[in-house]
């Protein structure tokens, strides 16, 4: 990876996908499966190729930005396709159940990194200077170039994880801050006057998440395998704290 230019396989012209093509188009010459019109209409506009999933299977790089229950489905489908080499990138939000996929599909020698770029559209709608990604090295022999790539080329901060290690931080890190998000989005209308400085820096958090699809949601919260134990102790601090509250309220009568 660096200055010259090679063919990167993208499966998925998302929000997310949309997001790739603006920062590694200028280092990639992109080739793009993905059968929605939107996307024919997006490709068109920013120069990218739209092939056959073979096509974009068999680049050396293989970037899969489509939905985590597509994936392992997706994963055995490229895998007689891809170059036997290859480098396969995941970017979802959870990493244990895609590591295990893409290991189990692909052949022994095509190398698989995992990773999971901690922003999106919102929040890197100014740019990715200084944003985090983490990247969980799952069958990899040089993982140097990509980080050199990452860190000095697209500027971003680069940490590492097993994807163990990943989804027990953001069983809490996102799944709290979407849960609350979805939660504070059923209480709309909400007040946008006489506010707090506190009350403005939450409600900026959640409309970094807002926009997100209720796909991705359901996937943070079900496909993390440690989200659920994240969500019972939310879910006993609300019950603990409704309780208090209710019987100082009858103590009050």
């Not at 990138?89 to 995992?114: F, N, Q, T």
């Not at 007040?191 to 900026?204: A, C, E, G, I």
Request: glycine share 6%; net charge positive; hydrophobic share 45%.
């Amino acid at each position: 990876m660096g200055k010259t230019v090679h063919k990167l396989g993208l499966f998925g012209l998302g929000a997310f996908g949309r997001l790739i093509v603006k920062h590694l188009a200028p280092y990639f010459d992109i080739y793009a499966c993905d059968p929605s019109p939107e996307a024919r209409a997006f490709a068109h506009r920013h120069n990218v190729t739209l092939c056959s999933l073979e096509e974009a299977a068999a680049c050396r790089i293989v970037v899969l930005a489509t939905p985590i229950r597509t994936l392992k489905a997706l994963a055995e489908k490229i895998a007689p396709h891809v170059h036997p080499h290859a480098l396969v990138i995941d970017v979802g939000s959870v990493k244990m159940k895609p590591a295990a996929w893409l290991k189990a599909a692909l052949p022994e020698s095509v190398y698989i990194l995992c990773t999971h770029p901690l922003f999106g559209p919102q929040s890197a709608r100014k740019g990715i200077h200084d944003l985090e990604i983490v990247i969980c090295p799952v069958r990899l022999r040089r993982v140097k170039p990509i980080v050199r790539f990452l860190s000095e080329t697209l500027d971003l901060k680069v940490t590492t994880a097993t994807p163990e290690e990943h989804d027990k931080a953001l069983a809490a890190v996102q799944g709290l801050t979407h849960l609350i998000a979805k939660v504070m989005s059923g209480l709309e209308p909400l007040p946008r006057v006489h506010t707090t400085k506190s009350y403005d820096l939450m409600m900026q958090g959640i409309g970094l998440v807002q926009g997100d699809s209720d796909e991705l949601f359901l996937s943070i919260e079900r496909d993390n395998p440690f989200a659920a134990e994240v969500r019972k102790r939310f879910f006993h601090e609300i019950d603990s704290l409704r309780n208090r509250l209710e019987a100082h309220e009858t103590v009050g009568k």
